[in-house]
């Protein structure tokens, strides 16, 4: 049986993009599509390895625009020396993205007429349970009121690191630097300048990034100290009415993070959906997505995954390899680890103290008014955005337990095409005719009838 696969085609949620920018064997099948973040076309990615007051964040950029118009500013909890600075990986991202997508299986029926096989089918079919910067310059600035902690240079980026006693002054600072932030920056900024945050801000140094012949920006790694479990996302929502989605994969070494500030609740999983959706899973995903987020009023985060990343049963992309975990900003690891896969073992589990978390949250400004706090917690139960498609039987049954199955599958297809409708609000009449049920579960009138006598 050949395994298919197919690919369905985020500015920092928390990043404020100075710029203007034009314009996702207990759960055994074969993966045939993921819904990762190539869905969306306003997506933020943000990693972020924590342990104990120790935080790696690694912010992906897919800045579209002229890159002299980009900058960035993040709140932080500290002043960050040029040693907790680096570029990271774009494709450590992609890989965390591909691991953790909620994802699409098959299972095909057995023939019915050899009722060992057709059992262990019924069997592995069934859904899993889910445990599943001179000194007038600096005189400057301090009538400003801001003052230049450090600034240094990573890779293409300048970085300068400031500190602010209102927000007026450091709006005006940072458009006498060239900065092209939107207007009503001054009252996001402000509560972070309460808080006596520090704020981040890089720009791309035109030079080395022409020099270096990079095509796309790299994502930018901080590591910083600090009880603060949290993501500052209102300063992305200064230049934007609608709505964000912002997908963050937490790597742990406890267990599931979820946030404390707003509820967590799970994607819809572990359903049969009609086999019609393989070729459409990407418009599924989407509508089912907005479906569980309207029906939560909008102020919820989504886990779309949770797990152990010792295992995966199975993969729908390979486990990342030290190395990788590494990347991603895990600096718990245990290099003397006896655990790391021999080299032709590409899928065994290269560490058991890293829990990855994902979730998906789509917001606003009026539905998510705080920025997002986070709890590590003790739940290392396993959980995945999972869509089931059963194939039916489509050779001959000429037997009892044959036309049984025929008859069962009417029942079946109508509950498929609910359970569709309830999840992504479509048409049920819709659904039904591209399911086109009548021909799917037919049988003829003389194996009916035959089949009341037993034979």
Same mark, same amino acid.
């Given at each position: 049986m050949k395994i298919f696969r197919a690919l369905i085609c985020v500015l920092l949620a928390f990043v404020i993009l100075i710029g203007f920018t034009p314009s996702a064997l207990a759960f055994c099948g074969f993966y045939v599509a993921k819904a990762?973040?190539?869905?969306?076309? !306003? =997506? /933020?990615?943000?990693?972020? #390895?924590r342990k104990d007051n120790r935080t790696v964040l690694t912010m992906a950029n897919d800045y579209q625009g002229d890159v002299k118009d980009f900058a960035m500013v993040v709140p932080v909890p500290t002043v960050l020396k040029e040693e907790q600075v680096q570029v990271g990986k774009p494709k450590i991202i992609e890989r965390l993205d591909a691991f953790s997508a909620p994802r699409l299986v098959e299972y095909f029926d057995d023939d019915p007429c050899a009722p060992v096989m057709y059992d262990r089918a019924l069997e592995s #079919? =069934?859904?899993?349970?889910?445990?599943?910067?001179?000194?007038?310059?600096?005189? $400057?600035?301090?009538?400003?009121?801001?003052?230049?902690?450090?600034?240094?240079?990573?890779?293409?980026?300048?970085?300068?690191? *400031?500190?602010? !006693?209102?927000?007026?002054?450091?709006?005006?600072?940072?458009?006498?630097? @060239?900065?092209k932030i939107p207007r009503g920056a001054k009252q996001l900024l402000r509560p972070y300048i309460r808080q006596k945050m520090k704020f981040f801000v890089a720009k791309v140094?035109?030079?080395?990034?022409?020099?270096?012949?990079?095509?796309?920006?790299?994502?930018?790694?901080? =590591?910083?100290?600090?009880? !603060?479990?949290? *993501?500052?996302? &209102?300063?992305?929502?200064?230049?934007?009415?609608?709505?964000?989605?912002l997908i963050a994969y937490i790597l742990s070494p406890k267990g599931q993070a979820e946030l404390t500030n707003y509820r967590t609740a799970k994607i819809p999983s572990n359903v049969n959906i009609p086999v019609y959706i393989k070729e459409e899973?990407?418009?599924?995903?989407? $509508?089912?997505?907005?479906?569980?987020?309207t029906?939560? +009023? !909008?102020?919820?985060?989504?886990?779309?995954?949770?797990?152990?990343?010792?295992? %995966? +049963?199975? %993969? /729908? #992309?390979?486990?990342?390899?030290?190395?990788?975990?590494?990347?991603?900003?895990?600096?718990? *690891?245990?290099?003397?680890?006896?655990?790391?896969?021999?080299?032709?073992? &590409?899928?065994?589990?290269? /560490?058991?103290?890293?829990?990855?978390?994902?979730l998906h949250v789509r917001y606003t400004r009026n539905k998510f008014p705080e920025d997002l706090m986070?709890?590590?917690? $003790?739940?290392? +139960?396993?959980?995945? @955005?999972?869509?089931? *498609?059963?194939?039916?039987?489509?050779?001959?049954?000429? %037997? $009892? =337990?044959?036309?049984q199955y025929k008859r069962s599958l009417r029942k079946r297809f109508e509950k498929e095409a609910q359970t569709l409708a309830r999840l992504t609000n479509w048409n049920i009449q819709d659904i039904r005719q591209k399911m086109k049920l009548e021909g799917q579960a037919s049988i003829s009138f003389w194996q009916g009838f035959l089949s009341w006598f037993g034979m």
């Open positions: 990762d973040s190539k869905l969306y076309n !306003k =997506a /933020s990615q943000v990693v972020i #390895a #079919a =069934a859904p899993p349970p889910a445990p599943i910067a001179n000194q007038a310059m600096k005189r $400057s600035n301090r009538n400003l009121g801001v003052t230049v902690e450090a600034q240094f240079n990573v890779g293409e980026y300048d970085i300068v690191i *400031l500190s602010a !006693k209102e927000s007026r002054g450091l709006e005006r600072w940072l458009r006498g630097n @060239g900065y140094n035109l030079e080395k990034f022409d020099e270096n012949g990079y095509q796309k920006l790299r994502p930018l790694q901080i =590591a910083y100290e600090s009880p !603060k479990f949290m *993501l500052p996302i &209102r300063l992305g929502m200064v230049n934007s009415t609608s709505e964000q989605d899973f990407g418009d599924f995903y989407k $509508s089912m997505f907005q479906t569980s987020y029906k939560e +009023d !909008k102020k919820v985060a989504f886990l779309e995954y949770a797990w152990d990343m010792s295992n %995966c +049963d199975p %993969c /729908s #992309a390979d486990p990342l390899s030290r190395e990788e975990l590494k990347d991603a900003g895990v600096f718990w *690891l245990n290099d003397n680890s006896n655990e790391i896969a021999p080299p032709n073992f &590409r899928r065994r589990p290269v /560490s058991n103290n890293v829990f990855i978390t994902r986070f709890q590590e917690t $003790s739940n290392r +139960d396993n959980f995945q @955005g999972r869509y089931v *498609l059963q194939h039916a039987f489509t050779g001959k049954t000429d %037997c $009892s =337990a044959g036309r």
